[in-house]
């Protein structure tokens, strides 16, 4: 028997991962993922980079039959994924993101991540810079910076066994109000549903590689 | 000897792959992707899902020696990454995605992975939908769809063996006039470098999950 022959290399053991990756509307309802397993995969989720470490992400876990149903007509569109998921995680981007510089930086150093000397430099560097941004500017960056920490969660859902929905149409006037957040400074990413899936899924085309690249 | 016990878990594989990615600016310069495997790479990033599915996703790959000299004066803090990395991708989101609209659901009805009845509904409920949509709404949806690829290809490349640098510091208003794209259509979203790493990387410090999680 060939044992190597047999095993598969993490390169196959991801792109797994990444393809049976679909967006599943149906969850089985009995399935409830625990808080710790959750703290897990936002674990995970976070480890994502962001905009000069600045992790603007916040998330909230809508997992109790109230908060579903404080959350229900602000998705009216995605009934299924709400009544019938483990949770749905909303997430958010930090418009003050900036606050927590000095927090992130000086938690680095006392870590032994990254020299004193480099955060005394770098703190004033990137709050010279960030303030003189404008509020669309910030919001664009955090939003992209949402992108990345939602599709590491996908994933991550994924690789736990888990099945999600990024869904984006939902009421976004007045989703963060609804959950005591203030409106002004989180602003709504994407809902994620997440669960054990109780359909097969859909397929979907992607238009090929050669279509969107262009090669310099 | 317990074959089984030895052998690791899709999860573990999966986050062995997240835990060590991290942002490389100094890259073996001798390590070139070839176009076919970047293009594997791509492959796998434009697997994520996408508003509506409309992929507004383009990349421009610049690998060349000319095109690395075109991009370093507009990423200046970053010549490392540019100048010693297989390739630097350029990551844009299209403003006129609305425009494939017709070709992806109608590929996906060609390929049998959408019934032409649904099709028939959903193009012109998402056309009316979108039509309606202001410019800024357009294109936070598409920056929040560029950041879910984005953090695909920067994971696939990890699977692969290879390094990535996310950058959002360069000069987003010339960058894609640079490369020839029309400037009001094309957003940057960011650069990625990409190549094998020829340095250790900085572990960085996350906020823990708590901190930046509601829990409802």
Known sequence: MDKVGNEMTTKEHF?????????????DENVKISKEEMTELLGAAIKAPSSVNLQP?????????????????LASFNQNQVKTSSAVIAVFADMNNLDYLEEIYGKAVELGLMPEEVKENQVPAIRGLLSGISNQQNKETILIDGGLVSMQL?????????????????????????????????????????????EAGYKSYRMPVEQVTEWK
């Open 15 to 27: 792109l797994n991962v990444l393809e049976s990756r679909k967006s599943i509307r149906i969850y």
């Open 57 to 73: 992400w916040r998330f909230v876990v809508i997992e109790s039959d109230e908060a579903k149903s404080t959350l229900a007509p």
């Open 154 to 198: 996908m994933l991550t859902a994924k690789a736990f066994g888990y099945d999600t929905n990024p869904i984006g149409g939902f009421d976004k006037e007045n989703i963060a109000e609804a959950f005591g957040l203030e409106k002004e400074r989180y602003v709504p990413v994407m809902l994620i549903s997440i669960g054990k899936a109780n």
